[in-house]
């Protein structure tokens, strides 16, 4: 559930990271484009007509059974074996999109926004969103210069069976867009469309410290974001590696380079 630019931010993260396994760090480093649209790319679903489920493989009203990229490669068998190092980094940022928003709706929505009845329904539904765009400004701010023109240079082709290269592309154009040089956050209009609120609404609130301190920090504190946003980038790492690890032992039983 956390946005595209949290994503990114994500991947940013991963690849300055110290601590990254050396098969992992080449594969970043060599596709990096095919990377950062694949770490966004399941968020596309509207282009293409399709339901959130149906690019994340799980939904808010049922527990999560098995990990999201796992039932992606149970119901599309074919990505276990990516016939390029540019789809194979593609779908690793995919997995590691599924795996830290599994953590998201694990350890923060389903407990501290369904369960919890610290406010009305609807102010919880209000505030989960504030909360979304309060990270989501953060990690815009974060973003380098130089991210929107190496995401632009992504060049699906045939990545996914159920999202066309044309609706992959046109995802990521929306987020280009939005990040190139003097490009501008549309994260205000399209949660306010979600939720009935208009950008000046929502960012009066966003801007108050006192309404945000009382309305969503005296339930959400920042301790507990940090330690749910460090679980989803170590998740995140640990969920990709295991799938690039499965793909390239897959690949090379087969035979195949």
């Known amino acids: 559930m956390p946005t595209p630019f949290t994503h990114l931010a994500f991947a940013k993260?991963?690849?300055?990271?110290?601590?990254?396994?050396?098969?992992?760090?080449?594969?970043?480093?060599?596709?990096?484009?095919?990377?950062?649209?694949?770490?966004?790319?399941?968020?596309?679903?509207?282009?293409?007509?399709?339901?959130?489920?149906?690019?994340?493989?799980?939904?808010?009203?049922?527990?999560?059974?098995?990990?999201?990229?796992?039932?992606?490669?149970?119901?599309?068998?074919?990505?276990?074996q990516p016939y390029s190092r540019a789809q194979l980094a593609f779908v690793a940022g995919y997995a590691a999109h599924l795996s830290m928003d599994e953590v998201w709706s694990v350890d923060m929505l389903r407990p501290h926004f369904v369960e919890r009845e610290w406010a009305s329904r609807s102010q919880r539904w209000l505030m989960l969103h504030i909360l979304l765009i309060s990270m989501d400004e953060r990690d815009q701010s974060r973003l380098p210069s130089g991210m929107a023109g190496e995401l632009h240079a992504a060049q699906p082709l045939h990545w996914l069976p159920f999202l066309s290269d044309e609706a992959v592309a046109a995802w990521g154009e929306v987020i280009y867009r939005q990040i190139k040089p003097g490009g501008s956050s549309e994260t205000l209009e399209i949660f306010g469309g979600r939720i009935n609120q208009s950008p000046r609404q929502?960012?009066?609130?966003?801007?108050?410290?006192?309404?945000?301190?009382?309305?969503?920090?005296?339930?959400?504190?920042?301790?507990?974001?940090?330690?749910?946003?460090?679980?989803?980038?170590?998740?995140?790492?640990?969920?990709?590696?295991?799938?690039?690890?499965?793909?390239?032992?897959?690949?090379?039983?087969d035979g195949k380079t």
């Open 202 to 253: 929502l960012r009066a609130i966003l801007d108050s410290s006192e309404q945000m301190d009382a309305d969503l920090w005296a339930h959400i504190p920042h301790t507990l974001l940090a330690d749910i946003e460090a679980k989803m980038y170590a998740y995140g790492v640990e969920q990709m590696g295991q799938y690039v690890e499965e793909a390239d032992a897959a690949v090379h039983n």
């Open 13 to 80: 993260r991963l690849r300055e990271d110290s601590q990254l396994s050396p098969s992992l760090r080449a594969l970043v480093e060599s596709e990096w484009s095919a990377f950062l649209l694949g770490s966004v790319a399941a968020d596309g679903h509207t282009l293409a007509g399709l339901k959130r489920e149906d690019t994340h493989f799980y939904s808010y009203d049922r527990p999560i059974e098995a990990h999201p990229w796992v039932v992606m490669l149970t119901c599309n068998p074919t990505l276990k």
